[in-house]
């Protein structure tokens, strides 16, 4: 019988929640998957993996920028991902660059994405003028 995305994410997740799984689970969730034709699903159990843990209190968070962030804005992301996820007891923060994005950041969580970048800001305001003029 084929177990469920859901029961993979939870096991993977388990072995992941307090402390980093050892390559040999890794190759051996890896094999499974490629074994029962579910390579594909990957993405979707890593999605679930990532829901699995901040239930159980670790939030990851990547952080997109242009630029490297201070330690201080670091300090105030997590801040924020606090007030979001009270019961987190670990917030686990991934920078990634991306010369792309302008001004600003993006926050992506396991249920939620924050973009403060100034495109997105100037998008929303070419919306609203836009609609208040009928256009």
């Given at each position: 019988?084929?177990?469920?995305?859901?029961?993979?994410?939870?096991?993977?997740?388990?072995a992941?929640?307090?402390?980093?799984?050892?390559?040999?689970?890794?190759?051996?969730?890896?094999?499974?998957?490629?074994?029962?034709?579910?390579?594909?699903?990957?993405?979707?159990?890593?999605?679930?993996?990532?829901?699995?843990?901040?239930?159980?209190?670790?939030?990851?968070?990547?952080?997109?920028?242009?630029?490297?962030?201070?330690?201080?804005?670091?300090?105030?992301?997590?801040?924020?991902?606090?007030?979001?996820?009270?019961?987190?007891?670990?917030?686990?923060?991934?920078?990634q660059?991306?010369?792309?994005?302008?001004?600003?950041?993006?926050?992506?969580?396991?249920?939620?994405?924050?973009?403060?970048?100034?495109?997105?800001?100037?998008?929303?305001?070419?919306?609203?003028?836009?609609?208040?003029?009928?256009?």
């Amino acid at each position: 019988m084929k177990a469920s995305r859901i029961k993979i994410a939870q096991v993977v997740g388990e072995a992941c929640t307090n402390q980093s799984p050892n390559p040999k689970f890794i190759k051996e969730v890896a094999a499974y998957l490629l074994i029962t034709k579910r390579e594909k699903e990957l993405s979707s159990i890593m999605r679930d993996v990532i829901i699995y843990r901040a239930e159980r209190g670790v939030v990851e968070a990547n952080v997109i920028s242009a630029f490297p962030i201070s330690e201080k804005v670091k300090t105030d992301i997590k801040l924020k991902i606090k007030k979001l996820y009270p019961r987190a007891k670990a917030i686990v923060m991934t920078d990634q660059i991306n010369k792309s994005v302008v001004s600003g950041i993006k926050v992506e969580l396991p249920n939620k994405f924050i973009d403060l970048t100034v495109e997105t800001k100037l998008n929303r305001f070419k919306q609203l003028t836009t609609q208040g003029k009928g256009y």
